[in-house]
């Protein structure tokens, strides 16, 4: 059952050295604020799991937090490269990255899997590519009734989920609407769940077959606002596209990527003193 | 003539490919482009599938991300990404998968992972995303991207998605569904897929192109169709309305605030 | 592209003897509009499926209708047997009826499956169960990565997916809220789809992530105001739970249920006739 | 003591075994009635998910059937039918899975598809339904029905549901995950697996019910524990909420009209 609780406190009691997580988000809802807290907290080792690694993920990787990532796209939408990503694959800096390289396809079954208490997916991909090459979790199998051959990956199962959404209600129950990516998918796969929100409501009113997390497959919820800045939340602030284009100047060089992470991330106590520091403000939505 | 340059070319011919009430699966950057600026003037009723999950998105500038929540808000409906690429992809619900590349060989094949070795990459580029099975599963794939020799390549670095493998039959012996590649837009030519062996063949140079020009920005010896003809070039309306869509695409993107400093 | 037209049109182009039709609706939304022209219609030889074939389904196959069933639950919910169902599959009567038959879990992966351009399914289920021993469509398989044995049932293709909603607008969108059951699968497994509705508005009006089958995979929609009843459609009227039970005492008689058939069905032009015909009063939603 | 039927009594014991907070997939009828009444009396946290997709559902009075109006209205959310199957049931988050059944057997096997043969069946019963699964894959089972002779039996005559098997460790060995049932609770009886050899064991029996009544009624020599207990009888308050819910539903579905003629 959902426990309502600072991200610090969840981050610290439920996230381990060595742990599997994923922080997913498909470019809307990125729980950047957790990934912080992540950094803030220095774990060690973590495999890293996501579609879409972006921004987030390369601070964590350029801090040396990740020994592992499972994923299907890593870039900068938008903007181009994830120079810490690609300093650690190309140059081993800060430390090597071990890659589990997927198409988002297969990646996006291989949660429905874990989240469906399976130990594998089946799907139609990766035939004539060369990811199989790279990558030994891609198998292939053969359809019991046609004899056809598809491409097999195994479940994605993290430690931890860690998801942003808009909402949740006072006994943790989770309402999240607009871009989904697999955030569902995730938190069901997961053994222990944190959904940082934009807000705590007396009731969800949540429409009809709405994406709605119930409290007993969540672990932590905790109020963090603005939390998936640079990314957005729907009905509450926009993306703010500006501060992707200002990570490629900062994530380009080692030594100013590390400064501006210390200063404004490592030596402030949560998010908000962080978008303070950092001199953000949070664009609200544009008018329709 | 209106004067163009050669990225409103390529912009407006691969506008022009996509056929008023297809499903288009549509990829970040300049399918996005085209496939918007489609929709805005002879293709009203495309309809445009992001693999974040919006249905029928009908952004009114052009997304920065494959998630802007343009594209939500507009959509008919926004499913999650497992059911995007399990329902309505793999589901055999695309009749158009508008895709960019990084490299491309003559088979129309696709690199966007890797220049270099896997191991020791010289470039560690984004990866495959959802192109691989867009690839394989779209009942035709349009293919939009610049025109150099560094894309354009003899060999491909890394096989990401496939079009039509090597060549002839490839693809089917394969077992992919969709048809693969059937035009690739530049910005200096068409090229579409010898019906026999598969190879791109130049099939329209775009207006003031030379022949030597593309074959120079090819890696490969390209092939230039007998019916070789030239593109229209944009009309004063498909121009009027690309620019008016960037123009508030950069208005839209530029206004927000929030500096990382 | 969907286009909008008569529930008699649309049963007449798009169902031909010998189709494979699933009629779907779990309890709610249940297509018995559309279930009626099939029998007006007399089509004949058809393999029905649906995981829970209820009256509707006791009609087509006491009218003869049906070759095959492949189900997973049959019967009146909340009364009892299905009388006609049980006359064909105990005694072959009007016709033999033959079976193959699944648990829910698996007949709705088979759906999941067929909407995903799968030929199969795979899920964990009929261990140590009869099932398998009478179905030759229950396979097994290993898990590539873990060796574990999995269920295997083949993808559910149906000719036409046949479904009630709620709404549709001018254009063939389609909006359905409230229980979905596997309607959306069936339809999107389908080759051709027939969505009988409530009433035709100008906008939709759906909330964020509802459940919305957008025209281009719709074959047909047919306004049929109270099409599902006896079974209901949240927001407009309520379960009939009388008929329910009424349809105990109708069908348990082949000669009683005949003649009621042909009476209030076979001898009416379209759903409306057949509810003024049987003297039904469809009720109105129970205020909460 | 209060007067209360047998009935009663089985709805009181059943109810009684939910523990509060615990997600319990409901099997209508007898189930959702228990279910229900835990929920009413004293697990207001219980969380109901029903095969038709409602999570989370709080009616206030029993549905007819497994997808009933007030189920959707009530819940947390409703999703779809393979959703429950694959994410919630699959995916290992139901503690209890609260079944009925037509046959039982010694070790806990249910049979709800046919009475006698198969492909000759005397009576043709609705068959699996969500059963099978819930009985795999619930981390616990709970079973209610009716005691009789005819339910009871020797050997079910289709094994559609596994309980544990052909007893002791049958069950892992068939690699179903959850512990299958931990309680049987009938109008006569409460019955649990023996911890070895996971015979069903007459564990309480209900109040004014004679050891000799229930093995009449059971098909197999069923055997009593040496701690045999009686059932606390309903108290006032169970007993008044159970009717007050039987009349409101009573109410709430005979007050629509509709009759077919």
């Known amino acids: ?288 | 003539m209106t004067d163009f340059s050669a990225s409103e070319m390529m912009a407006v011919a691969a506008a022009r490919m996509l056929r008023d009430g297809t499903v288009c699966f549509v990829g970040i950057g300049l399918p996005s482009t085209a496939a918007n600026l489609a929709r805005l003037t002879h293709a009203p009723e495309v309809v445009l599938i992001y693999e974040s999950g919006p249905i029928g998105a009908k952004p009114s500038v052009l997304p920065l991300s494959i998630g802007d929540g343009e594209l939500a808000a507009t959509a008919d409906t926004v499913v999650s990404t497992p059911e995007i690429f399990r329902y309505w992809l793999q589901g055999g619900r695309i009749d158009i998968g508008f895709l960019g590349a990084a490299q491309i060989d003559r088979f129309g094949n696709i690199n966007t992972t890797v220049i270099g070795d896997y191991r020791k990459p010289k470039v560690r580029l984004p990866g495959a995303g959802g192109a691989p099975e867009i690839a394989a599963m779209a009942k035709e794939v349009f293919i939009v991207l610049r025109h150099t020799r560094r894309a354009f390549v003899e060999e491909l670095d890394f096989v990401t998605s496939v079009g039509h493998g090597t060549g002839g039959d490839s693809r089917a012996r394969l077992g992919l569904p969709g048809a693969g590649p059937t035009v690739v837009i530049t910005d200096l030519c068409l090229l579409r897929p010898d019906p026999e062996t598969k190879e791109l063949v130049v099939t329209a140079l775009h207006p003031g192109i030379a022949r030597d020009q593309v074959a120079r920005a090819t890696g490969w010896p390209v092939r230039f169709a007998a019916d070789l003809v030239v593109t229209e070039p944009p009309t004063p309306s498909e121009l009027a309305a690309l620019r008016d869509l960037w123009r508030r695409t950069a208005e839209a993107h530029g206004e927000t605030s929030g500096e990382g400093s």
Chains 1, 3 share one sequence.
């Open chain 1, 1 to 288: 059952m959902a426990e309502i609780t600072s991200l610090r406190e969840a981050i610290a009691a439920l996230v381990r050295d060595g742990d599997t997580v994923a922080c997913e988000g498909f470019t809307h809802l990125i729980p950047h604020a957790a990934g912080h807290e992540l950094i803030r907290q220095n774990k060690r080792d973590l495999t890293l799991v996501r579609l879409t690694p972006d921004v987030i993920y390369d601070q964590l990787i350029g801090m040396g937090c990740a020994r592992k990532l499972v994923f299907s796209w890593g870039g900068n939408p938008g903007v181009g490269s994830l120079h810490r990503f690609r300093d650690a694959v190309e140059n081993g800096h800060p430390r090597p990255l071990e890659l589990e390289e997927h198409s988002h396809a297969a990646l996006a079954n291989a949660y429905v899997a874990g989240a469906s208490g399976l130990t594998f997916a089946v799907l139609r991909a990766y035939a004539g590519t060369d990811l199989p090459a790279y990558n030994s979790n891609i198998r292939f199998l053969r359809c019991p009734f046609t004899g056809e051959e598809y491409a097999a990956v195994p479940a994605v199962r993290p430690d931890v989920a860690i998801i942003h959404a808009q909402k949740a209600d006072r006994r943790g129950n989770v309402l999240l609407w607009g871009i989904l990516g697999v955030q569902k998918e995730a938190v069901l796969a997961a053994k222990r769940a944190i959904v940082t929100v934009e807000e705590i409501v007396e009731e969800l009113d949540a429409p009809p077959n709405a994406c709605v997390l119930p409290r007993f497959v969540v672990t932590a919820v905790c109020r963090v606002p603005f939390g998936a800045h640079p990314s957005y939340a729907q009905g509450y602030y926009a993306r703010d596209n500006r501060f992707y284009r200002a990570w490629d100047d900062i994530s380009r060089d080692r030594e100013r990527f590390r400064e501006w992470m210390v200063r404004h991330v490592l030596e402030t106590a949560d998010f908000a003193e962080y978008l303070r520091s950092a001199g953000i403000t949070v664009p609200p939505e544009r008018s329709a």
